[in-house]
Nanobody, 115 residues
Framework: QVQVVESGGGLVQPGGSLRLSCAAS????????MGWYRQAPGKQRELVATITSSGSTYYADSVKGLFTISRDNAKNTVYLQMNGLKPEDTAVYYCKAHWGLRDYWGQGTQVTVSS
């Protein structure tokens, strides 16, 4: 069983920045594919960014050039640096660890972009 815990959410003004962190348990962390997803009220959960064990990244078109996903295998942690935040980025952000045939989700962290 892999435990996933997100942190770093909060309230930020439009144009501001925030860095989310996601800690995942397990000695196999370096092999996990990690991803950030978000779910806004009344909308389906959507993919934001992923990073593979080799460091390859993928971004949704809506966040390209603004968000950066990275990982620190020594700390079993993946990050999402979010710059240029917009009100439409307001959502609960979830972290997912993919290992073997299973997905492990965190509880989510709220990000609110508002003046």
């Amino acid at each position: 069983q892999v435990q996933v815990v997100e942190s770093g959410g909060g309230l930020v003004q439009p144009g501001g920045s925030l860095r989310l962190s996601c800690a995942a348990s397990g000695s196999g962390f370096s092999f996990y594919t990690m991803g950030w997803y978000r779910q806004a009220p009344g909308k389906q959960r959507e993919l934001v960014a992923t990073i593979t064990s080799s460091g390859s990244t993928y971004y949704a078109d809506s966040v390209k050039g603004l968000f950066t996903i990275s990982r620190d295998n020594a700390k079993n942690t993946v990050y999402l640096q979010m710059n240029g935040l917009k009100p439409e980025d307001t959502a609960v952000y979830y972290c997912k660890a993919h290992w073997g045939l299973r997905d492990y989700w965190g509880q989510g962290t709220q990000v609110t972009v508002s003046s």
